[in-house]
């Protein structure tokens, strides 16, 4: 069983910053890709930060310059710093791990964390 266990989120006023963990677990042999994903009252989950098993990152237009993505690869962690938080930030925050291999298993499949409140005020 794989399982995402995200922590860090909470309640931050405009200009501050948090830090956002997600530890993945379940006898993991690889995973492709590593990400947070976000999803305000109202609206669609979009994309916020992807980290790639190599190191390559990608970052929404709206978060470049703020946020920051790392993965640690031996602890199959990875951490959302975030600075120069806005009230449009509010959200929930997911975990997401692309492309997980298990041990023993042949294909790849994708997971994704419960989510962690993050609200911004103003």
């Known amino acids: 069983q794989v399982q995402l266990v995200e922590s860090g989120g909470g309640l931050v006023q405009a200009g501050g910053s948090l830090r956002l963990s997600c530890a993945v677990s379940?006898?993991?042999?690889?995973?492709?890709?590593m990400g947070w994903y976000r999803q305000a009252f109202g609206k669609q989950r979009e994309l916020v930060a992807r980290i790639a098993s190599g190191g390559s990152t990608n970052y929404a237009d709206s978060v470049k310059g703020r946020f920051t993505i790392s993965r640690d690869g031996a602890k199959d962690t990875v951490y959302l710093q975030m600075n120069s938080l806005k009230p449009e930030d509010t959200a929930v925050y997911y975990c997401?791990?692309?492309?997980?291999?298990?041990?023993?298993?042949?294909?790849?499949?994708?997971?994704w964390g419960q989510g962690t409140q993050v609200t911004v005020s103003s």
């Open positions: 997401s791990a692309q492309g997980v291999r298990r041990i023993g298993a042949l294909g790849r499949l994708d997971y």
């Open positions: 379940g006898s993991i042999s690889s995973i492709n890709a």
